[in-house]
């Protein structure tokens, strides 16, 4: 029996930005889907619209694929979508596809505004290749300090709050600031029990990823920097 009900129609956020050009980097990721292939899935708007294409073709051509998904939602999606999902326990990614908040010119990602980086790292790491989905609004040259919106999430263990904001100013933390939830009182709780403190760093250097790591308390952090990636961006459009 089927579900009248579709939980994606409440996931799916209604209002994507630069959704014409994340529509273009879904589709051309889903192309690469090969039957037989284990898929890990990013979270964000982007990858649930690449979900959505991968979905599409996958019933069209039928082919068998196995997504690991990062997130509540993305798991969620998947079983609306009839995207058979496992666990990373079960199995290792072949590939995988991600979005991203900022990309610069070597390829150094931030990411976390969902608040899903934990695992969006941990498939990263075990995929070969990771897709990284991006419309032009998250491409920089650099990451610019003078850039207020530039912050790194952190994600840390309920007691170390405290600790860790030390550790992060000696690090050269302007500002570490605990995401707080909405509809709901009190922080954002992340999908492995832990919070999330967003914080403004006043220079991102190489290195600073692994500095952060180290602090005791730290589970992992929005810093993705030298890890196996290609960036699909939109086609430069001609005048
Ligand atoms: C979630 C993420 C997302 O991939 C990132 O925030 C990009 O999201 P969107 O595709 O909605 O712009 O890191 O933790």
Request: glycine share 6%; proline share 3%; net charge negative.
């Amino acid at each position: 029996m089927e579900w009248l009900n579709s939980i994606s129609e409440d996931i799916i956020p209604r209002n994507i930005t630069n959704k014409e050009e994340k529509l273009e980097v879904a589709r051309k990721v889903a192309m690469k889907v090969k039957d037989g292939d284990v898929i890990g899935f990013g979270s964000g708007s982007t990858s649930y619209i690449a979900a959505i294409e991968i979905a599409n073709r996958v019933e069209k051509e039928d082919l068998h694929i196995i997504a690991i998904p990062t997130s509540y939602e993305m798991n969620a999606l998947c079983q609306d979508l009839k995207i058979p999902t496992a666990s990373i326990l079960a199995h290792k990614p072949d590939w995988g596809f991600d979005g991203a908040d900022k990309v610069n010119n070597q390829n150094w990602l931030i990411k976390g505004r969902g608040a899903a980086m934990l695992k969006e790292k941990l498939n990263m790491v075990n995929a070969g290749i990771t897709y990284i989905l991006v419309d032009n609004s998250k491409i920089v040259d650099e990451f610019e300090s003078s850039d207020n919106n530039l912050s790194i999430p952190v994600e840390v263990i309920p007691e170390a709050v405290n600790s860790v904001k030390e550790a992060l100013e000696d690090l050269g933390a302007e500002r570490s600031i605990l995401r707080k939830a909405e509809k709901k009182d009190g922080p954002v709780i992340t999908e492995s029990g832990n919070v999330i403190l967003d914080t403004k760093f006043v220079e991102i250097y190489d290195g600073l990823e692994d500095d952060i790591k180290s602090i005791v308390g730290v589970v992992e952090s929005g810093l993705f920097m030298d890890y196996s990636v290609e960036i699909i961006k939109p086609e430069e459009k001609k005048d």
